[in-house]
């Protein structure tokens, strides 16, 4: 069996939108699965990582195609308008960027991709026959040329959705008109429902899009290589977040809980450190100053996956604050399997009725709070400062071991051979 995979997002890319289909080429050979790559040959990626390259598996055919992105013209003011960090108090220039990308940039800023991309593959897929065509989005342009060519060709088509289209977490953040949302929303439409098979990250997203299409599947993220590495932990209590932590993720309750606890304990203002791993928003370090914490605070800019597993074996805590937003329960960043990886105590903010709370109580893996739940996030740190002071600070966690990449690629596997 032969796939052709449609992505964006490819190594030297670094972060988090690549390593999804970076670890099912890793793996469908080994359930008789021949994948081929098509990406774009001239990217503009926020991050690169180049040690992600050392994944890709020897001798798989890539074709690259040339793409024209509009956000060049903008130049370094298209470069602050990455989602999750709109500016707060934009100027008149900015405004009309964003209103102008939101509304005539639709599905995104990769459009000019579609028609060159579904001219050069329908070409090559008539001496070049395989049996799937998969496309990964974001960008949900990548749908529209998988779109185009199953129309054409009648191949079998699987849609990925790492993030939801119109759900997502910053769409609500966009300038769009009513006309653009409603095109957004026919396209999302389109795709659902003309996909052979669509697949999603989430059970909430899978509530979501079965309510369009009866063909979908939830296959979540998940880690690769060993669990649990040893490795020696960090001698103060450290709470590490790694990623980036925009306004629609700022912890106000987490700071205010850190505070009090720093007033009330004078062993825990001498031991606790927080390290915060990524791009950090203007208006998180206002929360930070606010409650006079920046003694206690690490910054570190992106570092390489391979570094990023170091970081997270060794912390006592790892900290995931999930958006408040209104699709929160849906919400699984990919970084919770990585945490469950290095079998460190989990502290979660977000919907305790989400899917993100339901793999951190299905694992034992941790602990989570409401977003408004100040009182109890701090009984819960209160809790692993304790477990730390007693040298006992661990996870026995259970369960994890299906979210291995391996494991999440025979499920695919199984999808794709039905």
């Known amino acids: 069996m032969k796939v052709l995979i449609i992505t964006y997002y490819w190594p030297p890319a670094g972060g988090s939108g690549v390593q999804r289909w970076l670890y099912f080429v890793k793996y469908l050979r080994n359930f008789g699965i021949e994948p081929i790559v098509f990406t774009v040959e001239n990217p503009d990626y926020p991050i690169l990582d180049t040690e992600l390259i050392a994944q890709v598996p020897d ?31 934009p100027t008149l220039k900015q405004k009309l960027i964003r209103y102008v990308r939101a509304n005539y940039f ?33 960008p949900h342009s990548v749908h529209l040329i998988a ?14 959705f790492r993030d939801p289209w119109t759900n997502i977490d910053y769409f609500h953040q966009l300038p769009l008109s009513k006309a653009s949302i409603r095109k957004h929303k026919e396209l999302e439409k389109e795709v ?25 599947h939830v296959i979540s993220n998940g880690f690769d290589g060993e ?3 040893k490795q020696q932990l960090d001698k103060p209590f450290t709470l590490t977040h790694i990623g980036l932590l925009n306004a629609d993720r700022n912890p106000h309750i987490f700071w205010k809980a ?35 914490l920046e003694k206690y605070i690490n910054y570190t800019s992106y570092v390489s996956y391979k570094a990023v597993e170091q970081l997270q ?18 919400i699984v960043t990919g970084k919770v399997f990585e945490y469950l990886r290095a079998k460190r105590p ?21 602990f989570i709070s409401n977003f408004d739940d100040t009182e109890g996030l701090k009984k819960q740190i209160d809790t692993l400062f304790k477990w730390y002071l007693d040298k006992d600070l661990q996870v026995k966690s259970v369960g994890i071991e299906k979210y291995h990449r391996k494991n999440l690629t025979a499920e695919l596997a199984k999808l794709l051979k039905k």
């Open 59 to 89: 001798n798989i055919e890539i074709i690259t195609q040339k793409i024209w992105e509009p956000g060049n013209l903008f130049s370094k003011h298209s470069k602050k308008l990455a989602a999750g960090f709109l500016q707060e108090k």
């Open 346 to 366: 989990i502290l979660a903010i977000g919907p305790d009725n989400g899917d993100l709370a339901k793999i951190i109580t299905n694992t034992k893996s941790g």
């Open 227 to 229: 669990i649990g590495i």
């Open 147 to 160: 779109k185009n060519l199953h129309n054409k060709t009648g191949i079998k088509w699987l849609a990925d």
């Open 106 to 138: 639709i599905p995104d800023a990769r459009k000019f991709w579609i028609h060159s991309s579904s001219r050069i593959l329908k070409k090559y897929l008539k001496t070049n026959p395989v049996d799937w065509i998969i496309s990964t989005g974001p």
């Open 192 to 216: 659902l429902q003309q996909a052979t098979e669509v697949v999603v990250v989430s059970d909430e997203m899978a509530k979501e899009y079965r309510q369009i299409t009866s063909n979908c």
């Open 258 to 292: 850190l505070r009090e606890l720093i007033d009330e304990q004078e062993e825990f203002e001498m031991q606790v450190q927080i390290n915060l791993v990524g791009k950090i928003a203007d208006e998180v370090k206002r929360s930070i100053r606010k409650y006079d």
């Open 313 to 330: 074996n060794k912390s006592q805590v790892l900290l995931l604050f999930v958006n408040k937003v209104p699709f929160a329960k849906g």
